[in-house]
């Protein structure tokens, strides 16, 4: 087997190192583009974002593509004056190396004016297709609040550990405190699923309905009257006040609570609620 010479090996490594070097220039020029490219757009998409409130995406899509259009465009003006006059001799210009170089930027800019224009169409119309997002209601905000949902969460907690003791009876008053602030259209005592308000002579029974009320909604994020949470606990601490007081009778408790050993408090508290809300959201539309 005949071994290559060593001006054919020297042949061979000096086109391979040609070739490497070529590569490495490429990928050197390629990174350099888009470095360029990303410096010039992303004041473009701040600015769009913060100062226009364009769509963050759109805003990026629509800044990359477009100074990469303009740097293209900018490099083929740039070869205009080495242009031929005479449309003639454009054949011959564009089989020179400058005439590629221009035919390549003019081809490129094309070529990104078209995918910028599609891609932005198609998420466009992505977004639009997105439903509107409704800015938070002022108990949605509060609640939104980390350090607020904290304390009243702590505050339930220690109602929940200390029941009607005086620590407990002060934690039920800040949560009846802060629901008389901020969910007042929140937590709403129906007539008819709260017939009991009218004949107790508590007052830690509407505070306990509130109580059951408010962990509804963080827990589930629904803001709606949650009638049966809250009458759970109201519930509760009515069996603690007849074993208090043995002689303690309320025929509307009595009768709820015989409801919810059947399993049917929950379905009848429900329908009230939603009766409740379809006539205030009537009597609101009209």
Not at 37 to 51: D, M, Q, T, Y
Not at 171 to 196: C, K, M
Not at 266 to 282: F, I, Q, Y
Request: hydrophobic content about 50%; proline content about 6%.
């Amino acid at each position: 087997m005949a071994t290559p010479s060593p001006e054919k090996k020297e042949k061979q490594t000096s086109k391979s190192g040609g070739c490497l070097g070529c590569l490495g220039l490429l990928a050197m020029g390629s990174l350099m583009y888009l470095l360029l490219v990303l410096v010039l757009a992303v004041p473009i998409v701040l600015i769009a974002w913060l100062v226009f409130g364009v769509d963050p995406v759109l805003a990026a899509l629509g800044s990359f593509f477009g100074v990469m259009l303009l740097i293209n465009l900018i490099d083929a003006a740039g070869n205009l004056l080495d242009l031929p006059k005479d449309f003639r001799e454009m054949t011959a210009f564009v089989k020179t190396s400058k005439g590629q170089v221009y035919v390549r930027n003019l081809l490129i800019a094309a070529a990104v004016a078209v995918a910028g224009l599609i891609l932005w169409k198609v998420i466009a119309d992505e977004h639009a297709a997105r439903p509107p997002v409704e800015p938070l209601s002022p108990a949605e905000s509060v609640l939104a609040d980390p350090a607020v949902r904290a304390e009243l969460e702590a505050a339930l907690a220690l109602y929940e550990r200390e029941g009607l003791s005086p620590e407990g009876r002060a934690a039920l008053g800040e949560i009846n405190a802060f629901a008389s602030e901020h969910l007042r259209d929140h937590v709403i005592f129906y007539q008819e699923a709260t017939p009991w308000v009218i004949t107790a002579d508590s007052p830690d029974l509407p505070a306990a309905f509130v109580a059951g009320a408010v962990r509804a909604i963080l827990a589930t994020g629904d803001l709606r009257t949650n009638s049966y949470a809250g009458t759970l606990e109201v519930l509760r601490v009515y069996r603690q006040q007849k074993r208090e007081q043995p002689g303690l009778s309320i025929p509307e408790l009595e009768a709820f609570e015989l409801l919810d050993r059947k399993g049917k408090l929950r379905e009848r508290l429900e329908k009230v609620d939603a009766r409740e809300e379809a006539r205030a959201a009537e009597a609101g539309s009209g």
